[in-house]
């Protein structure tokens, strides 16, 4: 016969009741021996008063030792043993010769029962044993006489011992009953208990809860950044894979404090000072990383942090690939624009039957742009930077702008300290506000000049626009202000000058009516601030 599949509310509530049902038994089992050793001390207790009282008797310690003394003694004995209710009184003198018994045919035999030796020794005493009428506890008293200086004689008086089911069917209401309650308050706590389990697993049976398990150790181990959990008192709960490997460690540190491993503990002084979730660099086993710490709440309270750790190196890589790619479609964007003005151009002189100026004009066109491209390509060795001046020059010819390259420009390598991305930044920002400050001037030129030296980097994109008063000239800083207007402005400036002090660099600003100079200079051997 199949049995069919439990769910774990229902294995719960029936490994509950057995349990609770074990425990009642046992609870049971234990006040039944309980009530049947109290039961035992009393019945010896009663048969030793019983037995002091027959054995200082007169009359049995004068007829003890006569030959027909069992004549006086047997009737006393009865009406004391129906008196009492006690199962039997044995009087036997010092030659074990019996005088009394409940059974006739005893009296006058040898008692030889193997425990009334010390009694004949002046000692009184208890005795479990099988008697003729079964288990009894037996009281033994020395008869003594003469002032109790001699003992002529012993009384023994014996109460049957009841029986577990004696002792259950004089009990059993108060007990069934106990039981029952105690077996119903069990079942209802089963219930309550397996039904309690079953909501704070979110009604979850095990399989279900150890693929979720499985699944997630996958998910996390298999994260492309490291991830380090901790709880409140920063000892490390969870740790994947991308972490050790980031960090260098070789070892388990599960439940190990952040501050106590030499390679992390950069992270604990970061976990003291931070206060937010913005992302920070620093230097960790010899990689820039990008920290972002979260903290973890549960019901208001916060219960530990999370760290992810991001490698500098392959953020950089694609931001400079999105960079890169960003520009160039910019670049393209704007060259179709300005490609089309041209061929409205020629076809008009060819319209106008003018084949000359229109040849002459094909050839003044694209040996200007050939000119430029060659010059970025062989002098700017970073993609994304050539295809960034590209899309201004082309800018600059859609808004009838000059813009002019100075032919000692130069960008070859740069150290790590120095990624394009930020240089995109400053050139980017730079450039696109010296076009806009030129636009509808007399003269609209804007000259950029870009020079890689030994130790620094020197940037100077200078206009010809009408330049910026002494007091604007304190705020263009800020964040949001702008002489431009409102909407997705004064930003551009304020980030430009970020940047360079992150980078370690210095912002020089010249201008006046003549237009406005800004001179950008760099270190190449500076670490970052963070």
Known sequence: MK????????KIAILSFILV?????????????????????????????????????????????????????????????????VEYIVIFNMERMRYSHPYLDRIG???????????????????????????????FVPVLTDEGTRQVGVVAVGILVPTIRDIVGTLRIQL??????????????????????????????????????????????????????????NRITVINDKAYRIAGINRKVLGVRLDDLEVLYVLADLLEANSSSETTELLLNQTWVLINILKVKVNDQIVGHVITIKDKTEVRKMAEELTGVK?????LRVQNHESLNKLHTISGLIQLNKAQEAMDYVYKVTEEQQEVTRFLSHKMKHPSVAGLLLGKYNRGKELKVDVFFDQDSCLGELPETLDTNSLTIILGNLLENAMEAVVGKALCEVHCRIKQEETELILSIEDTGGGITPENQAKIFQWGFSTKGTGNRGIGLPLVKQTIERLGGTLDLESGSWGTRFGVKIPLNYSQKF
């Open 176 to 233: 069934y009953s106990s039981l029952l309650v105690g077996l119903a308050l069990g079942i209802i706590g089963s219930f309550y208990l397996a039904r309690n389990i079953k909501k704070n697993m979110f009604s979850l049976e095990p399989n279900e809860i150890a693929r979720i398990l499985e699944e997630r150790v996958a998910i996390f181990q298999s994260m492309d950044e490291g991830v380090v959990a901790l709880d409140i008192e």
């Open 327 to 331: 520009t160039f479609i910019e670049a």
């Open 109 to 139: 035999t040898v008692f030889n029962d193997g425990d009334e030796g010390p009694s004949l020794e002046r000692k009184e005493y208890l005795s479990q044993a099988v008697g003729v009428m079964g288990p009894s506890i037996r009281a």
């Open 21 to 85: 049902l074990l425990s009642v038994v046992l609870a049971g089992v234990v006040i039944v021996n309980r009530i049947s050793g109290k039961m035992e001390q009393e019945i010896g207790h009663r048969a030793m008063a019983i037995s002091r009282t027959v054995a200082q008797l007169q009359e049995v310690q004068e007829n003890l030792n006569k030959q027909e003394g069992f004549k006086w003694i047997q009737p006393l004995a009865e009406r004391i043993r129906i008196a009492t209710g």
């Open 3 to 10: 049995v069919p599949h439990l769910k774990l509310g229902t």
